[in-house]
């Protein structure tokens, strides 16, 4: 079993910076797809930014040239660098490892933007 453990979330000022981690662990397959999702309340989860295992990444419009999805394939662990956020960008944000037999999501982690 794979799993999958997030961590940097936080509070930060709007145009702030913050990192977030998710390290995958256990039965790690050669090709899987992880991303961020996340949830803002009362809203449905959504695609933030997705990257394979050949490093070609995925990202929302919303994000697009804020955000930058990355790899560590050493590590098994995923990076999202959040720049310039906006509040918009208040959610618990939710990593996921994906392959043709397995979709794992994470706990979660709360950013918050606000002044």
């Known amino acids: 079993q794979v799993q999958v453990v997030e961590s940097g979330g936080g509070s930060v000022q709007p145009g702030g910076s913050l990192r977030l981690s998710c390290a995958a662990s256990?039965?790690?397959?050669?090709?899987?797809?992880m991303g961020w999702y996340r949830q803002a309340l009362g809203q449905q989860r959504e695609l933030v930014a997705t990257i394979n295992s050949g490093g070609i990444t995925n990202y929302v419009d919303s994000v697009e040239g804020r955000f930058t999805i990355s790899r560590d394939n050493a590590k098994n662990t995923v990076y999202l660098q959040m720049n310039s956020l906006k509040p918009e960008d208040t959610a618990v944000y939710y990593c996921?490892?994906?392959?043709?037999?397995?979709?794992?999501w994470g706990q979660g982690t709360q950013v918050t933007v606000s002044s």
């Open positions: 256990g039965n790690i397959f050669r090709n899987y797809v």
């Open positions: 996921n490892y994906r392959t043709f037999v397995q979709n794992v």
